[in-house]
């Protein structure tokens, strides 16, 4: 019997059967030819991380048990003990604790680089710098790196650029086109969709890289599960719609917004005075994507009261799942910097971050401005 399945089955299974010795050389002489060992690589997650490689015009991809996963196997694929990481100031919190607790550990040292300094590197390279990290659109704040201009900048210093794409999803930006070298998501994100999955991808551009992050994941264990990897396909063949959705619903919200007095400040690059609005427009496809955020009084109680009147935004800190969401900076994703890092950044007790889903809009405005009053 022949069994032909349009879509990929779940291969739940931790390993995989040899008829003898001839099959096992098979598996070592011929790289890619069969399995033998779900860490050592499984068609769900192999699916997964091809996928994101297509669509992100790689040479190769890794799919990880977590976006955390993703970012440790990007630098520790460009580097090791005694290097020197450059990473933008507005950076997920978990990649600074990653780099500030853990990789010091292994020798791996980091200097934090402010936005507006990004393209003039030559003040922090030192002699053993050799990546730089960036996020496409940067969390919380919304701002928005030119990677082609931070790529050119990265290789006249002989610099990795690492980009992490998660907000912008491959939907608005290819990082990989426009220079950078290694690009990682959070999978859990806007790739898989759902919010019903934990997991990352990284894709490099050149095949020795990808090699590299392939034996990184084998070594490490980061490998993702056969479910995760299953659920994750799933997602991303919607991906173009839910962006064009999460795009629409989170530009008519910021527009909105802007017109409440109680919003100070309402940080979304697909409005005209963003201050990088054109290179979002430019390097976004004509979309930007469905995080926004907002300032509003700097009291947590009025920021309580706004949480608990919201109907249709859950305080729940993650992102970019089809149900709409909040979280809080300050006391979530960037609780661990110092006070002063926290006021550097711009990062108050007033700032709000909108996860925008695909819901009717209508319902999301009709929220929001309950909520507000």
């Known amino acids: 019997m022949h069994i032909h399945p349009k879509i990929t089955p779940i291969y739940q299974t931790s390993v995989f059967k040899f008829e003898d010795l ?46 955390m996963a993703a ?26 604790s990653l780099l500030n607790q853990e990789l010091s ?24 710098t050799r990546v730089v990290l960036a996020e496409t659109i940067s969390n919380p704040l919304l701002r928005v790196a030119d990677l082609q201009r931070l790529a050119t900048e990265c290789h006249q210093h002989g610099l990795k650029l690492v980009v992490d794409n998660t907000f912008a999803s ?21 790739i898989a969709g759902h919010s019903d999955v934990t997991a990352g991808v990284v894709v490099a551009t050149d095949p020795e890289l990808a090699a590299r992050l392939k034996q990184i994941s084998i070594l490490y264990g ?10 994750a396909v799933r997602g991303l063949k919607t991906l173009r719609l839910r962006m064009r959705e999460h795009s ?57 009261r706004f949480m608990h009147r919201s109907q249709r935004f859950p305080f729940a800190p993650s992102l970019a799942g089809v149900d709409s969401s909040m979280s809080y900076p300050l006391g979530t994703s960037h609780r661990y910097l110092t006070p002063e890092q926290q006021q550097q950044l711009g990062i108050s007790p007033g700032l709000v971050r909108l996860s925008v889903g695909i819901e009717p809009v209508e319902e999301l405005l009709a929220d929001l401005e309950q909520a507000l009053r």
């Open 71 to 96: 970012i440790f196997a990007a630098l520790a694929a460009c580097c090791q003990a005694g290097d020197h990481v450059l990473c933008a100031a507005d950076i997920y919190g978990g990649s600074s």
């Open 248 to 304: 629409h619903n989170a530009l008519a919200l910021a527009q909105f917004l802007q017109e409440q007095p109680v919003v100070r400040a309402v940080y979304y690059p697909g409005l005209p005075d963003h201050p990088q609005h054109a290179l979002a427009l430019a390097q976004g496809s004509g979309l930007f994507g469905g995080m926004l955020s907002i300032l509003l009084a700097d009291e947590t109680e009025v920021v309580n």
């Open 22 to 67: 001839n099959e096992l050389e098979q598996y070592f002489g011929e790289p890619g030819s069969r399995y033998m060992y779900s860490r050592n690589g499984n068609p769900n997650s192999d699916e997964l991380a091809e996928a994101v490689n297509q669509w992100e015009g790689g040479a190769g991809a890794i799919a990880t048990g977590s976006g």
């Open 222 to 231: 980061l490998t993702l599960s056969p479910m995760e990897s299953w659920l």
């Open 170 to 190: 491959p939907v608005l930006t290819r990082p990989l086109a426009l220079g950078a070298d290694l690009v990682m998501h959070s999978v859990t994100k806007y």
């Open 105 to 128: 550990r292994m020798g791996i040292t980091v200097t934090y680089v402010p936005f507006e300094q990004l393209y003039e590197l030559e003040q922090f390279v030192q002699p053993t």
